[in-house]
């Protein structure tokens, strides 16, 4: 069977998202869909000859039938009468947060054409103890191909609020779930934000995240198992006083392809910006980062920094980093770096002269390796269980 190209490819999505626009044009998210499926018909998927796109090949996107799927959004929490949860196209009412750029995001505006999702909306001064948990799926009964799904999540934080949202995607083998998360934190807001994907499928997401003056974000991001993962997180940093936090964990082993992008934008002055992201690779994996920061004229007094530290753990894998800053203002205090390496011999030699077996000793370099992107983690089951899933993946090699 011969694969379809990406121009192919490219006009059967369009009539899809054509058609999801057609069907939802009553509603007040119509425009949006429009825009989206607009975008996407005249960009198209795109290939590795886009910069952007050059660690992520979507060939097997390209060439794969799928069946539309509906996205299945539940949330756990308590009730609270200022936290609301709504499915987009069958509310008029929802003022949604418009913060993702479609133009620059070729697979977010062929998800905001579906407009599969929910909104969840914490008014102000809420102040929550337990974490409210978001489990993304698809319903895939009575299909006959591949299903893929484009599940939209977004979510408000008021004024003066705290919250701890977890967000699971976990994806099929036989699925490509592509997410697009909007989130607007507001002024004085607290968010810790966890976003795990796991299974062997699909997967492709963008996280856009807005902050007002003196709001703190947490942000955690943790992926392993899929053949091809590509996860985008833009935070733009929009009040003054604003900070966040960004941690995020990425491993690949066989022959999957893990990328993962960053962007943190400092717009005005006295904010602050803090990133680790890690990657392990082991088999023939390929794992990528590219993680920018700039820091526009009116900035001043920013602090930003960014780090990037990877292990290769077989001779076939391969890992690509690339740390950026543009800084556009005189009175900031930026830095960032990158590392690549293997398994410390001297440290393993230690452990295993100690009586560890070799496999042991490899596990607890790794977990020494991980423990300060988990420790960042407030809620404690939830370290111990993502630290288990993501060592466990490597089961061969270490």
């Not at 069958?90 to 070729?106: A, G, M």
């Not at 392809?257 to 934008?265: A, G, K, R």
Request: a negative charge; hydrophobic letters at 35%.
């Amino acid at each position: 069977m011969k694969s379809r190209t990406y121009i192919e490819a490219s006009d059967d999505w369009s009539l899809l998202a054509a058609a999801a626009c057609k069907q939802s044009a009553s509603t007040s998210l119509s425009s949006l869909q429009r825009a989206g499926y607009e975008t996407f018909e005249s960009t198209g998927f795109p290939d590795t000859r886009h910069e952007e796109w050059k660690y992520t090949n979507l060939q097997e996107i390209i060439s794969s039938t799928f069946d539309l799927g509906k996205s299945q959004i539940k949330m756990k929490c308590e009730e609270h009468s200022r936290i609301a949860t709504r499915t987009l196209l069958e509310d008029n009412q929802i003022n949604i947060p418009r913060i993702c750029n479609i133009k620059r995001h070729p697979l977010a505006a062929l998800n905001t054409a579906f407009m599969d999702g929910v909104f969840l909306g914490i008014g102000p001064n809420v102040k929550k103890s337990s974490p409210i948990n978001v489990e993304i799926s698809c319903e895939t009964l009575g299909k006959q191909n591949q299903t893929s799904y484009q599940p939209r999540l977004f979510i408000d934080i008021g004024d003066n609020s705290e919250a701890s949202i977890v967000i699971d995607d976990h994806i099929k083998e036989d699925q490509w779930s592509n997410s697009v998360i909007e989130v607007s934190i507001g002024n004085s807001a607290h968010l810790e934000l966890v976003f795990q994907q796991f299974g062997p499928g699909l997967a492709t997401s963008m996280i856009a995240i807005r902050q007002e003056s003196d709001s703190t974000l947490r942000s955690f991001v943790c992926t392993s198992e899929g053949r091809l993962i590509r996860n985008d997180l833009e935070v733009a940093l929009s009040g003054e006083g604003s900070t966040c936090f960004m941690r995020g964990l990425f491993g690949a082993s066989g022959n999957a392809t893990s990328t993962h992008h960053t962007w943190v934008e400092h717009l005005v002055p006295r904010c602050k910006s803090d990133e680790i992201y890690k990657g392990v690779v082991s088999d023939n994996a390929q794992g990528s980062f590219r993680g920018k920061v700039t820091v526009r004229p009116d900035a001043q007094e920013t602090e930003a920094s960014q780090s990037n530290p990877n292990l290769i753990l077989d001779d076939g894998a391969e890992i690509n980093t690339k740390p950026q800053l543009e800084i556009q203002a005189d009175n900031v205090k930026c830095a960032h770096g990158s590392t690549i390496g293997q398994l410390d011999e001297n440290a393993l030699f230690f452990l295993r002269s100690r009586g560890f077996e070799e496999s042991v000793a490899k596990k607890l370099l790794l977990q020494g390796f991980a423990s300060s992107v988990f420790e960042f983690l407030s809620i404690p089951e939830l370290r111990e269980k993502l630290a288990e899933k993501v060592i466990a993946e490597f089961g061969p090699s270490v």
